[in-house]
Each structure stands twice: as C-alpha cells, then as structure tokens.
T-cell receptor, first 113, second 112 residues
Framework: AQKITQTQPGMFVQEKEAVTLDCTYD???????LFWYKQPSSGEMIFLIY??????QNATEGRYSLNFQKARKSANLVISASQLGDSAMYFC??????????FGTGTSLTVIP | DADVTQTPRNRITKTGKRIMLECSQT?????MYWYRQDPGLGLRLIYY???????NKGEISDGYSVSRQAQAKFSLSLESAIPNQTALYFC???????????FGPGTRLLVL
C-alpha cells in the first residue's frame, strides 16, 4: 500500500496567488515526520519544510506552510504569493519509526505570469 | 563547495557492466541514503546507513550493493547493470535529529 499519496499530478497557479498541494499519508506509527521537497527542472532536491507528528503547531518556513491535519492524515503544502521560480516538482515524504523514508509521486507546479 | 557531492553526474553503460556511483559529504552527518528516481514513481529508497558499521536494505535493494567506506563516503554499486536500472540516482544525508535529508545533485545513469 502506498505510504504517501499525492493526487495532483499537475497544478497551475497565477503569479502572486496562493496554492495548496495535497498530500495524504498512511502509517500506524505514533511518531513520524513529514517533509516537503522541491525539485526544479535542474534536478536537485531542495528541502522546504518539516512537520513532526507531535508538533502542536503547523510548520511554517517563509512563504511555505504545512497544513497538518493529523486525524485526516493529511499534510498539505501551502505556498503563498507564488513566484515564477516556484515552478517545479514538489514531493511529499514521510519517515516512520522504522527510519525508512517514503516519497510520493510528486506534483508538478507551474506558475503562470 | 557543495555539502553532498556525487560522481559521476552522468554515466552511460552497457548491460552486464559493473558500475559504481560515489557519494561524499562534508556535513558531518552519520546517516546516508541512496535513492533512485523514475518518472511517475517518485523517489524510492535503495539502501541506507546510520554509521560506518550499519547498512540496511531499503525498498528496492535487489540488484544493488553499497559500501560505507567512511563517515563521509557511501558508494552504490550495480554489479551487473540492466536497462531497467536506468534512472536518476540520489545520495542524501541526515543528522538523525529532525531527520531532514540533504540531497546530492544526482547521477543520471543510462544502461543500454
């Protein structure tokens, strides 16, 4: 069974608008971590944001915030004030207590000028 | 200089050849990982190592082997390459605290 599900293969957003990228996860572990990574067309993987399963508050890093809904097992990424440079693939990932990482299949975001 | 480096960056080889991909890091992290990325499948974990004496299989270890020569070096080998091992390979490190992973630039491997 898939551990991480990203149901949006591709998304478009107007420059300066906000966009939400969806991610749901599957684990029975009480302790886990959730991540978002950005992969531009150049190919490198760039860490964006982290949320621990016991963190009370949603994580934020600059224009990135993680909308963590534990009961629904969702960890959506919100990008505010989109910029052209935000066009990239975005991957949601999880680490469980077995110390294994699981990545979703990614969402391709295109920012329209 | 990059904190996590991978060599080579690109490689073309033939079926049956032995290939080694190398990863070095200057972040001082104990934990190192090898992933492969295929279109539409995201990243999948091949092997990981939490210290020099610790090697663990990931989701898709068949056809691969690894060597942790030092804290800073983690190599991935394909003993007999096959075409379906054509992929983008990433090395990553983490410090074991928040488990944030830091990725190398990737190696594009084409097996003919």
């Amino acid at each position: 069974a898939q551990k991480i599900t990203q149901t949006q293969p591709g998304m478009f957003v107007q420059e300066k608008e906000a966009v939400t990228l969806d991610c749901t996860y599957d684990t029975s572990d009480p302790s886990y971590g959730l991540f978002w990574y950005k992969q531009p067309s150049s190919g490198e993987m760039i860490f964006l944001i982290y949320q621990g399963s016991y963190d009370q508050q949603n994580a934020t890093e600059g224009r990135y915030s993680l909308n963590f809904q534990k009961a629904r097992k969702s960890a959506n990424l919100v990008i505010s004030a989109s910029q052209l440079g935000d066009s990239a693939m975005y991957f949601c990932a999880m680490i469980d207590t077995g110390n294994q990482f699981y990545f979703g299949t990614g969402t391709s975001l295109t920012v329209i000028p | 200089d990059a904190d996590v480096t991978q060599t080579p960056r690109n490689r073309i080889t033939k079926t049956g050849k032995r290939i080694m991909l190398e990863c070095s890091q200057t972040k001082g992290h104990d934990r190192m990982y090898w992933y492969r990325q295929d279109p539409g499948l995201g990243l999948r974990l091949i092997y990981y190592s939490f210290d020099v004496k610790d090697i663990n299989k990931g989701e898709i270890s068949d056809g691969y082997s690894v060597s942790r020569q030092a804290q800073a070096k983690f190599s991935l080998s394909l003993e007999s390459a096959i075409p379906n091992q054509t992929a983008l390979y990433f090395c990553a490190t983490s410090d074991g605290l928040r488990e944030t992973q830091y990725f190398g630039p990737g190696t594009r491997l084409l097996v003919l």
